[in-house]
Every structure is written in C-alpha cells, then in structure tokens.
C-alpha cells in the first residue's frame, strides 16, 4: 500500500489493488495464475484474498497467498473471518498465515455459512471484527521481529450493514474498528458516488481519519448485476439494468463503462484510491483503469 493512502496525504497518481477469490477447480486454478500474473503486472497496491465462512477454503485461500508471494510483485492482502470458529482457532489461523509470510490483514465477522442466519447462536457469537483487529494486533506482538510489518483493514458499509439500525451505528461501528487498530477500510459494493461521499464525509465528522477505499465491480451479467444490488442494498442503476438486458444478460464493456464513470466521479470526490472486485478475470479491472488512465501499457500483452 503506497504511503499517501496510509497518511491520507493526496497521491499524485489515483493507486488501485484488486480483490481475488481462491478457484474451485484445477482448470479455474489455471485461469487465475494466469489472471493474478496480469493484475500483479499492473502494479496494484496489494491483491486481496477472499476467506470462506467457517474457515470452509482457508487451504486454498492460503495457497493463493503463497502463490502470490512467491509467483508475483504483487503485496497479498489476507481477508480472514471468525464466523463459527472459536478465540484460538482464529488465533492459529492468524499465525498460520503469517508463517506463509503474509502480514496485511482484512480482519471481517463474515458471512453466516451456507443454511445458518444471523440469528443462528453460532455466528451471533462469533468474534466481531473489531475483536479480530485486537487478535491480529496480539498475534503481531507475539511476533517483536515483525510489529512493524503488515497492516490491518476493516470493511465499511456506505449503505449500511444489514445488522445495523442506522448509519450512525454503522459509523460509531467503523470508528471503533480504527480505535481498536485498523489502518484503512475497504468498502462493500455500490453503484452511485454519492453513496460513498456521503458516508465518508459523515464518518470523518464523527472522528475517521483511516482512509476508505471503494470497493467496485465492472459486471458483465444482469446476474452478477443482481448479486451487486444484493450485497449494495440498493436497486441497480435502471438504465444499465435496461442496457444489460436488452444485450441479452451479458455485455462486459457496459459493467466497464459504468465503473469508470463511478471511478471517474470517486477520484474526483476525494476518494484515495479504487479497489476493483475482479472476480478472477483480468481483463475487466484492467480496462477499467486503462480508461481511468491509471495504467501503463501492460506489460504481459
Ligand atoms: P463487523 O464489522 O463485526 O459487523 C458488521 C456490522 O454489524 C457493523 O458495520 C455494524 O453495523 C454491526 N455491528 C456488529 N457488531 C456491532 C456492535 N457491537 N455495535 C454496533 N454495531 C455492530 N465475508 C466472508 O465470509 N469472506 C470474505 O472474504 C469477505 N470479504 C469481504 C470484503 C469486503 C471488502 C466486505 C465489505 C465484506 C466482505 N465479506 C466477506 C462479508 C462480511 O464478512 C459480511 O458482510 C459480514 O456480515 C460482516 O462482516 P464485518 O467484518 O463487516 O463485521
């Protein structure tokens, strides 16, 4: 992660990192060695790797790490979860990963695991994330050689989390996450600026000062485009619904087209830098940024 983001200080040149998910099968496995060696080649601030509920691909999550330790430039970012798990199995996850030698955490409550709610005693019970923050602070004390290497990040929700009753609380929320240690936040997805101006400038009010990288994806699918409104809490933009739709469901450059004009309109509104979801394909995120005019030719083309 470049210093100006840390220090809040303006960068120069807009900085982007990457989202990556650990692959399902052998040949997807293929397609994203090949993808992260494209993104890595961008020069992203750091690719973050998601992490299954419960622990569910905490293998495979790890190995994709190590992967992109050992096979790239790029900085790997760890999403870890508590969700199901008790205080010490999080703390031995928490270890196990930096033995893999990776030090920058996402620290998340996670989803509830497939067929349990939030009501389930075992995921209300869960660590929080801010309790995770404390756990990865502890672990790299237990570390002296290391307290100076890696960084902690939190996820921030521009149109509220659904556990919470009001923006206020989400805010308190994400106040408190910075208090207990988190350097930035990485938000959920959105699709209009206003969504996520609004909500930082309200946070900084209430004391943030950690900056807030928006999260965002270029859909290719109205499925996908569906997933987005989901996990957003807001209806789609209707013309790019309409748009999609009437391409048949699948039109990538309309997914691209939208998420440089949100980009455009972030960078512009103060945001410190865009974090792209790529769901493990390259071309997309990297279309993106070209027509933000965020990258140099890529290399590996
Ligand atoms: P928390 O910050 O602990 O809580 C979420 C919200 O609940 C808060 O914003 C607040 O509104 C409310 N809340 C909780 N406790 C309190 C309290 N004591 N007081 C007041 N309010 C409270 N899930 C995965 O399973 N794996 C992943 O890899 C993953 N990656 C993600 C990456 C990003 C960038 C984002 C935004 C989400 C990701 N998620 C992932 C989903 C996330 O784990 C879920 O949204 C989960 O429901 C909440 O996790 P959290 O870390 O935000 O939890």
Do not use: C
């Not at 989390?161 to 997805?189: C, M, N, Y």
């Amino acid at each position: 992660m470049s210093p100006a983001l840390l220090t809040g200080s303006a960068p120069t040149r807009a900085r982007f990192s990457f989202e990556v998910f650990p692959a399902r099968s052998g040949a997807a496995a293929l397609a994203l060695g090949h993808a992260v060696q494209h993104l890595s080649a961008a020069g992203p601030d750091f690719i973050s790797v998601t992490y299954g509920a419960n622990g569910s691909n905490r293998d495979a999550s790890v190995d994709l790490l190590k992967y992109l330790r050992d096979h790239t430039d790029a900085l790997p970012l760890a999403h870890l979860t508590t969700v199901g798990e008790d205080r010490e199995t999080v703390r031995a996850a928490i270890h196990s990963i930096m033995d893999a030698g990776v030090h920058d955490f996402l620290a998340l409550r996670g989803d509830p695991p497939r067929g349990r709610t939030e009501a389930d005693p075992e995921v209300a019970g869960s660590l929080s994330a801010l309790e995770l923050v404390e756990l990865v602070a502890e672990a790299r004390a237990e570390r002296p050689a290391l307290t100076s290497v890696g960084r902690t990040s939190v996820a921030a929700y521009p149109n509220g989390h659904p556990l919470s009753r009001s923006r206020s609380e989400d805010i308190d929320w994400l106040v408190a996450k910075q208090e207990a240690g988190a350097q930035f936040a990485i938000t959920q997805l959105f699709f209009r600026a206003e969504e996520y101006l609004s909500f930082v400038s309200d946070a900084q009010r209430a004391g943030l000062r950690i900056p807030v990288l928006p999260g965002l994806m270029p859909v290719a699918t109205s499925g996908q485009l569906r997933k987005v409104a989901e996990l957003a809490g807001r209806p789609a933009p209707a013309e790019l619904t309409r748009e999609l739709d009437e391409a048949g469901g699948y039109a990538p450059e309309l997914g691209v087209e939208h998420t440089v004009e949100l980009a455009s309109e972030l960078l512009a509104g103060g945001a410190p830098s865009v974090h792209l979801y790529t769901f493990n394909r390259h071309e997309r995120v990297l279309a993106v940024l070209r027509d933000l005019d965020l990258l140099t030719p890529d290399p590996l083309r």
